[in-house]
């Protein structure tokens, strides 16, 4: 056992006295033995909620016996997802051929732009995605995804009305546990269940990850506080998933706000520099170092890890390091990369492409002019700047000579992909763009940068708290001249 700090010594008392909290626990501040602490406090019995299974297989090796610690996927498994256990190993299905089945076998003209069914097919199972990530209990139009094209309101509700029809028939096609046409995952007995309304048979509830909580779970959640206490824990400034229908639950939980703010990974000129982060994030904590664990902040020639804001970034860093010489890994493998250089092969071939981000181009010409010209096309210059400058053939390559992480002597991972990971030494990689200046101008003449993204601050905030002895902030040096950059203490 361990002396506990004040803070946590608070949340013990809290959750001894039977109040429903948040604890927001700041990067590397001892999470996970505080949530030890709160299950050893009482003999009670109650349920850890985790992220995902390897997450939870961890603590169950940490909890006292009477907390279970499973997922809500493995809890929606148990009670009604055993009855899809025959759709849940079918094989995996080209989009065009559930399509088919569902009747999409045609291209069809949406706000003077041609889908293809295989794109049409596309967006129908990401708007039934969108609507299982959701609390909603029916389908509608707002579940409909924006197509990179499309985004006006006019063309967008041209969209819906000829994807929503699909999409409602796919989701009655999910609803059969003896056979369908739509390929049936975990994230579809999820939200089958969670419209079951159920009740979850404990006296204490703990959420982790609370931050990346898909509304789905948050509403399975908050329907047991009438008969459980609930705690959820986590930190709101790395709540860096919205994109994929993750939603922050935990500033607006009814119930007593504590904070974990002491790191025990990385020193106080690390903790200064995640405070810079975290009030261009608005979050609601600040945190101190440890001065046991000294970190430095400056140039780094051989990282243990590269952090990238983007998948085409991660690419670019992995094809540098293997010039060097260097054995690389790449923490989540190179699929979406192998993805993204065959699109763009397809498209240099004069051959159309289903992938998402691509999709609505005729040739590789319309993509370098879209993202050269258009101010929404600025995402993709670095993917065209690398298929420009290295061609696909020479990316697939770089793809296929990955090493795995034991064997590596650099990793490279997007930030997203570093969530919940650590490494001696990291460096920022350049990806991490500045807002785009305005129109006005300083005292000497030159362009006042646009304000910082709370968003692009919350990544920035993850991407740098991964390091525990030395931080080559690099992408991020920006902030030093930004106007809103003043350090924090």
Sequence with gaps: MFTPTDEQAQAVDHFIAGHHMALQAGAGTGKTSTLDLLARSTNRRGRYLAYNRAIAQEAATRFPPNVTCRTAHSLAYAAIGHRYARRLGAPRRPAWQTGQDLGITKPVRVAGHTLMPTTLSNTVLRTVTRFCYSADRDLTDHHIPPLRGLENPQAHEELTGTVLPYARKAWADLQNPETGAVRFSPDHFLKIWSLTDPAIRADFLLLDEAQDTNPVVEHVFNAQRHHAQLVMVGDSAQAIYQWRGAKDVMTAFDGASLTLSRSFRFGPVLAAEANRWLSLAEAPLRLTGSTESPTRIGPLDRPDAILCR???GAMKQVMSCLAAGARIALVGGGESLQALALAARQLKEGRPTGHPELVLFPT???????AAHDP?????QPLVDLVDNHGTDAILSAVARLSEEPRAE???STAHKAKGREWGRVKIAED?????????????????PGPVDSAEARLAYVAITRARRHLDTGGLAWIDDHPSGTPQS
């Design 432 to 448: 991490f763009l500045p807002p785009a200046d305005t129109e006005e101008r300083d005292e000497q003449g030159r362009p006042i």
């Design 364 to 370: 590789w010409g319309a993509v370098q002019e879209y």
């Design 410 to 412: 650099i990793i490279v």
């Design 310 to 312: 983007t998948n085409v």
């Design 376 to 380: 929404s096309g600025r995402d993709l």
